[in-house]
């Protein structure tokens, strides 16, 4: 793990409150041990439509959140079941830090295990 000493980055936002982990990263994708490719599937359901087509008026499918390190979310963010694989698949979707209101406990753990930055701010 590359230990985080700065970031400079642009940020995107999800103003969203109480994103879970099922959210995050659906429990479809979870039949991996591995961290790699997670990120394709972040937000999964929010990201695409029944087609598989992204949706346009998903904040993360804008050209503008293309190389974002930074996700600033609604209070609450990684709520839900305990699941590594929501920091993970953050990190390979190339995020560095979560900025939010609140963060839930758990995953506020397994980010800082993974080298997932969660900020509160409030």
């Known amino acids: 793990m590359t230990p985080l000493r700065q970031i400079r980055a642009r940020t995107a936002v999800l103003a969203y409150p109480n994103i879970?982990?099922?959210?995050?990263?659906?429990?479809?994708?979870l039949r991996t041990t591995t961290r790699q490719g997670l990120g394709q599937h972040l937000f999964a359901d929010w990201?695409?439509?029944p087609d598989g087509a992204l949706k346009g008026d998903f904040a993360l499918n804008s050209p503008?959140?293309?190389g974002c390190a930074i996700l600033v979310a609604g209070r609450n963010f990684g709520c839900g079941?305990?699941?590594?694989?929501a920091p993970w698949a953050l990190l390979d979707a190339g995020f560095r830090a979560i900025v939010s209101a609140e963060i839930a406990d758990?995953?506020?753990?397994?980010?800082l295990?993974?080298?997932?930055?969660p900020v509160v701010c409030g």
Do not use: C, V, W
Request: glycine share 6%; net charge positive.
């Open 47 to 49: 990201r695409h439509g």
């Open 106 to 111: 758990i995953f506020s753990n397994n980010a």
């Open 81 to 85: 079941s305990s699941r590594e694989h």
């Open 64 to 66: 503008a959140a293309a």
């Open 20 to 29: 879970d982990t099922d959210q995050i990263i659906p429990a479809r994708f």
């Open 113 to 117: 295990k993974n080298g997932l930055l």
